[in-house]
C-alpha cells in the first residue's frame, strides 16, 4: 500500500513571495490534515479535511494561507505571502473510516522562507 | 479540553541502557493512545497504539501500556540501541478525528 506522498521535499523562498504544497493522502482515507511543525515542536493542527470538507481550520492563518482538498482526495495547501516566521515543516497526513484509527504522515515539505 | 503531557527532554542514554518517557493524559470518553516516532528529516511514523484500557501496544521492543487509573501511556524499551535516536511524540485522539500530540522528547542514545 503506498503511503502519503508529498511533494515538494524541500522549498526555498523569499519573504512575500507564495509557495504551494501538495499532498496525496492514503487510497481511500477520507480524512486530511495538514500540520505546521516549527523546529523543535510538536506538530500544529492547521486545517482538516472530512471528504472535500473542511472539518476544522481554526488555526490557520486565514489571511496567508488557503488550502482546497478538490475531489476529496489530492490537497494543495497555500501560503501568500509568506514571512519569516512561516520557516517550517508542512506535513500532511490521513486516516482511515475508524475515527479512532491511526494517523498516516508523510515525509513533509521543508520551508525556509528567508 | 483533551491534553498530552510529555516529559521534557533531550534524554540521553548509554547503547543498551532502559528507557522511560513518560506521558500523562487528559480526555473525556475512551481515547485511543499512540506514541509516534520522528527520525532526522523524516515524518512522524506510528510506533505503537493502545485502543482501550490495559491494552499494551508493542513494536521494535517498545511498549507502552494504557493505564487509565493514572492516565499514563509511558513509552519504555528495555535495551536502547543508537539507531533509536530520535523525537517521540505522544497522542491521542477521542473518536472525533482531531488528534492531540504531545510537544515531543528527543532521544539521543550514545555507543
Redesign the interface.
Known sequence: EAG?AQSPRYKIIEKRQSVAFWCNPISGHA?L?WYQQIL????K?LI?F?NNGV??DSQLPKDRFSAERLKGVDSTLKIQPAKLEDSAVY?C?S?GQG??????????TRLTVT | GNSVTQMEGPVTLSEEAFLTINCTYTATGYPSLFWYVQYPGEGLQLLLKATKADDKGSNKGFEATYRKETTSFHLEKGSVQVSDSAVYFCALTSGTYKYIFGTGTRLKVLA
Open positions: 502519503v480524512t490534515y523543535g515542536q510538536g506538530p493542527l482538516q472530512q472539518v476544522d506535513l497526513a486516516s475515527a479512532k484509527d491511526e494517523q498516516y504522515f508523510g515525509p513533509g
